[in-house]
């Protein structure tokens, strides 16, 4: 655990592969590596931009 501290990685898996990661959590490194997080909520935030549709399906008169 002192090296995984000292170690300025996003991911540090010790005695075991990445196989076992858990699909909530985020995967991505720190600092200026890749794309940024993907999976989890911090990647649904990395990879998407809110927008607003409004779609009227009646005609409406001025003020509503």
């Not at 090296?3 to 858990?22: F, K, S, W, Y």
């Not at 927008?51 to 409406?60: A, E």
Request: positive net charge; aromatic residues 10%.
């Amino acid at each position: 655990m002192n090296v995984a501290q000292r170690l300025h990685t996003g991911i540090c898996h010790i005695n075991g592969p990445t196989v076992h990661d858990e699909a909530q959590m985020p995967f991505g490194g720190c600092k200026a590596s890749g794309y940024g997080r993907f999976g989890g909520r911090a990647g649904i935030a990395e990879f998407t931009e809110l927008r607003w549709i409004t779609i009227q399906t009646q005609p409406r008169e001025l003020p509503f």
